[in-house]
């Protein structure tokens, strides 16, 4: 009833898919990261110099790494080391008892392993929406898009990517960030999503076509005063009126989701302007500073 030992395969490409039924375009201010199930666990069942694992961590990492740096939020999946017959349900009927046999194995692979920002949802059946809060903590954060990478796709990724769509969360499948039992069962992942449910993308659409419509249409603040303009109405505070341009924009008030928003906005008409450079220093003057340089790269005036 357990999963078989696994074998590595070639990771399909893009160009051997169909086209699909959609053309939803990834943009940072919509979309979330889901890491599905990359427990010790389920990674183990291949070997440990398996080639199509490291490339498939190596593209989560990267992937992870672009998210972090534009301030779209990382969630991940994780089976629970304990896990009660009665929890397991039909689970053990399919699988047996499945990681709760083996719960040495329980952490996340140690290149992958989450930072205290990231969301680790609790994985009781096959699609990480069930018995979780992860539609609720994605519309708290206006997040209506998720990628979709980890293992197994035709199982969990698959089963959560559909599940994504009846919620109305345009899901995509990163084709070279996923793993399965086999090729077949890989490429039959894709081509459901592709014709009913959602997107198939890869690695470097990931990190390169994201795009914010938005922020293309406003562009960047203009000028120091159209800075300060915008970013006022966001402060919760009294004496936002007051604050001087060396003044730390948390302490009036304003949240990491604002800054999440910002950095989407600001990040594709500026690179060096991302969610960790904001928050970093959040104030007046440096963000200006940061916008700065981009007339200067450019030649705009400001």
């Known amino acids: 009833m357990t999963i078989a ?23 940072n201010s919509r979309a979330a ?9 389920f990674v183990n069942f291949w070997p440990q110099d398996s080639q199509l694992i490291t490339q498939v ?18 969630f991940y999946t994780a089976q629970p080391a304990r896990q009660h017959d009665e929890e397991r349900g039909l689970l053990n009927d399919m699988w047996g008892q499945g990681l709760p046999k083996a719960p040495e194995q329980k952490n996340i692979v140690a290149a992958l392993t989450p930072e205290h920002d990231d969301v680790v949802l ?22 209506d898009q998720l990628i979709i990478g980890g293992v197994y796709a035709h199982i969990g990724c698959l ?4 599940e994504a769509f009846m919620r109305n969360i345009q899901p ?15 490429l039959m992942a894709l081509h459901y999503t592709l014709g009913r449910c959602g997107r198939v993308v890869d690695t470097q659409e990931v990190v390169t076509a994201i795009t914010t419509a938005e922020a293309q249409s406003e562009g960047l603040p203009a000028s120091f005063a159209a800075l300060r303009h915008e970013i006022l109405p966001l402060l919760d505070d009294e004496d936002a009126d007051e604050i001087e ?27 060096q302007i991302n969610f960790m450079e904001l ?24």
């Open 279 to 302: 928050a970093k220093t959040p104030t007046l003057h440096h963000w200006w500073q940061l916008m700065q340089k981009q007339v200067t790269t450019t030649g705009e005036a400001a």
């Open 172 to 186: 995509f499948m990163v084709s070279d960030a996923l793993a399965d039992f086999s090729r077949d069962e890989h």
């Open 57 to 74: 961590i190596h593209n989560l990492v990267t992937i992870r790494t672009y998210c972090r740096a534009n301030g779209i939020p990382v």
């Open 33 to 41: 990261l889901l890491i599905h199930d990359m427990q010790d666990y």
């Open 5 to 27: 030992r696994l074998t590595d395969y070639s990771l399909p490409q893009l160009s051997e898919l169909p086209l699909g039924k959609v053309d939803w375009k990834l943009d």
């Open 245 to 271: 341009n060396d003044d730390n924009l948390i302490d009036y008030g304003l949240d990491s989701i604002h800054i999440m928003n910002l950095a989407s906005r600001w990040n594709p008409l500026a690179p």
């Open 122 to 143: 609790t994985k009781w059946r096959y699609s990480a929406f069930f018995r979780s809060d992860l539609a609720e903590q994605m519309a708290d954060l206006g997040r």
């Open 159 to 162: 089963t959560t990517a559909n």
